[in-house]
């Protein structure tokens, strides 16, 4: 069974900095993408910024330039430097992936738990 767990949400002040990370764990046999989505209360979750396991990077035009994705093949994580936050970044935020459980199996799409980013002074 495949894990995504997902760690340093928090309270931070407009112009501050979080970091998240994500954790896949369980019987992954390859990670195709890996990233980050975010819901904010009344909108639906978008994009925020993906990387493929060649380091291609795809980011939200809201957050470029101030959050930066960035991911360790060889321990199945992710992370999101985010800097430069504002009251709009507020949201829970989601870890992603693409992967595949055994050699033979599809890719399919997981999703963490999610945790809480809230921006404000």
């Known amino acids: 069974q495949v894990q995504l767990v997902e760690s340093g949400g928090g309270l931070v002040q407009p112009g501050g900095s979080l970091r998240l990370s994500c954790a896949a764990s369980g019987s992954i046999f390859s990670i195709n993408t890996m990233g980050w989505y975010r819901q904010a209360p009344g909108k639906q979750r978008e994009l925020v910024a993906i990387?493929?396991?060649?380091?291609?990077?795809n980011y939200a035009d809201s957050v470029k330039g101030r959050f930066t994705i960035s991911r360790d093949n060889a321990k199945n994580t992710v992370s999101l430097q985010m800097n430069s936050l504002n009251d709009e970044d507020t949201a829970v935020y989601y870890c992603?992936?693409?992967?595949?459980?055994?050699?033979?199996?599809?890719?399919?799409?997981?999703w963490g738990q999610g945790t809480q980013v809230t921006v404000s002074s």
């Open positions: 992603y992936s693409i992967l595949r459980e055994g050699g033979s199996r599809p890719f399919k799409n997981y």
């Open positions: 990387i493929t396991s060649g380091g291609s990077t």
